[in-house]
């Protein structure tokens, strides 16, 4: 579709199936988080093993985004995105089965690289379908989605659970995303347009199995230091580096020869998509590490069960679900400072949570917390779909699957960094013996632990903020010079 064609009138109801399949591979995250210990129990699954229940998905999850988008690109998005719900169907009726958990484990992994296969493609339908300020709108409601599936799964999760009973509820998990979709390939074969292939391109085998490499060193050790607390793990960022390196030369020699790069690197000679990448990745370390040592603040220092951890920190769901929608329908009009004035308002809300943290009683910290996690719910709903946007804007829609899935990979790369080191700060300010205090002393322990990793994520926070300001400064200075 070109500026001057008609809108396509399914648009609309095509979102909507999109939206289905989006929300199924987002609540399966939280969902799984609170059947871990029913999933312990029903399997006889080691610690180690339960965390790559939930790691493995998300490892896999991270790996794809980049070939899955260049997939959808070259063969078709509907196909692609078809093929990825297909096999998430069929992986999650597996993981619902499995005996033991080696082969649940294994299914997840699975479900991980079809979830991952899903998203670029749904990216690349909304930049093909929409444009102008329906785009932004667009995007605000996959955002409006983002935050509805994690605010409702632990939900989901301990309703299904309880349902269930503790030796068939976590199976339900993961068969409930059977009819889900089978209903959403329905759909999309009959309302999602058969979008145009750009033709069959030589796939770039071994530009991605070094992104593959790069991508999986650093998802790997930041997984596995979130189960270990090793230090040695960041010796995986070595060969990381090497496989990056020798990643951009190549895609750069093939870019030169116009000779199928995996990924353009055209893209990035557009400011504004180079910076909205970057700026992803610091913002997502920044976010995604909260409701991380938050959750173990709650959990250790205050003993909530992980239903009552998993609500605890649905004030940040409810803000972003509140300002997606309304974000995507003025960021073509107001562009950049949105997300810069997004990046604030988050920060604003995580020195709250530091603040009110150090002087709340302990029986009132849950709930006046919900205040500031509300605020940094909205700052995300700010920054997070209208920086999708705002970088996708100059991106041509034949590219779109591809140039959304560096987006997200960069998304999940910047998560597994700031879980990581943030969450290493938390540890490292525990003091020895903490778990085996009690009563105000376990909690100003914890507390003051929560208080640093939240300085470590306002960094983050900050640094996003200056990628944003650039990026706005070099907007106006470039419309003054025209």
């Known amino acids: 579709m070109t500026d001057t064609d ?8 095509a979102l909507s199936v999109c939206c289905c399949a989006l929300f199924m591979t987002l609540l399966d995250v939280s969902v799984t988080n609170v059947a ?3 999933i312990g129990t029903s399997t006889g699954a080691s610690p180690a093993m339960l965390q790559w229940v939930v790691s493995g998905y998300t490892l896999s999850f991270g790996l794809v985004p980049v070939l899955g988008g260049r997939l959808g690109d070259d063969h078709g998005r509907r196909t692609m995105f078809m093929i990825g719900v297909g096999g998430f169907v069929v992986t999650s009726v597996l993981a619902g089965v499995s005996p033991g958990p080696g082969l649940l484990v294994g299914a997840r992994v699975l479900q991980g690289l079809f979830g991952g296969l899903i998203n670029p493609q749904v990216a690349g339908i909304v930049q093909q ?36 009973g503790e030796e068939f509820g976590w199976r339900l998990v993961f068969f409930i995303n059977a009819p889900i979709g089978v209903a959403v390939m329905l759909l999309a074969r009959k309302w999602v ?13 071994a530009g991605a199995v070094l992104l593959g490499l790069a991508t999986f060193c650093v998802l790997f050790a930041a997984v596995e230091y979130d189960a270990l607390r090793n230090a040695a793990l960041a010796w995986l960022l070595v060969p990381c580096a090497i496989f ?7 895609e750069a020699r093939l870019t030169r020869r116009r000779a199928d790069p995996l990924v353009d690197l055209r893209l990035f000679r557009r400011p504004s998509y180079a910076s909205g990448v970057a700026l992803a990745i610091v913002f997502f370390a920044s976010m995604t590490g909260i409701p991380l040592v938050l959750a173990l603040y709650y959990q250790q220092g205050l003993g909530y069960s992980a239903l ?13 679900v509140l300002m997606a929608p309304l974000a995507g329908r003025v960021v073509t009009r107001v562009g950049r400072p949105l997300v810069v004035g997004g990046c604030l308002v988050f920060g604003v809300g995580a ?20 205040v500031p996690l509300f605020i940094t719910g909205l700052g995300q709903g700010a920054v997070i779909t209208p920086n999708q946007t705002l970088t996708l804007s100059n991106v041509d829609p034949a590219a779109g699957s ?22 290493a700060a938390f540890f490292i300010a525990v003091p020895a013996g903490a778990r085996g205090l009690s009563g105000q002393a376990r909690y100003d322990a914890y507390g003051d632990a929560f208080g640093q990793a939240i300085v470590v994520s306002l960094c983050f926070a900050l640094a996003a903020l200056v990628v944003g300001i650039v990026d706005l400064l070099r907007g106006r200075a470039g419309r003054a010079g025209a």
């Open 6 to 13: 008609e809108p396509d009138p399914r648009r609309w109801v």
């Open 193 to 205: 347009p058969g979008t145009a292939a750009t033709g069959r391109h030589r796939l770039d085998v």
């Open 351 to 370: 020195a709250g949570l530091a603040v009110l943290m150090r002087g709340t009683p302990e029986s009132n910290v849950a709930l006046l917390l919900a």
């Open 36 to 38: 871990l210990p029913s």
């Open 308 to 320: 009552q951890s998993g609500l605890g920190v649905t004030a940040a769901a409810a803000g972003a």
């Open 129 to 164: 379908l929409f444009r102008g300020s329906e785009r932004g709108k667009a995007f605000g409601a996959l955002g409006s989605v983002v935050g509805l599936g994690t605010a409702l799964g632990p939900v989901v999760g301990g309703l299904v659970i309880a349902a269930g």
């Open 244 to 250: 990056l390196t020798v990643f951009i030369r190549r």
């Open 402 to 423: 591809t140039a959304a899935g560096v987006l997200q990979t960069s998304q999940r790369i910047g998560s597994a960094i700031g879980q990581a080191v943030i969450g």
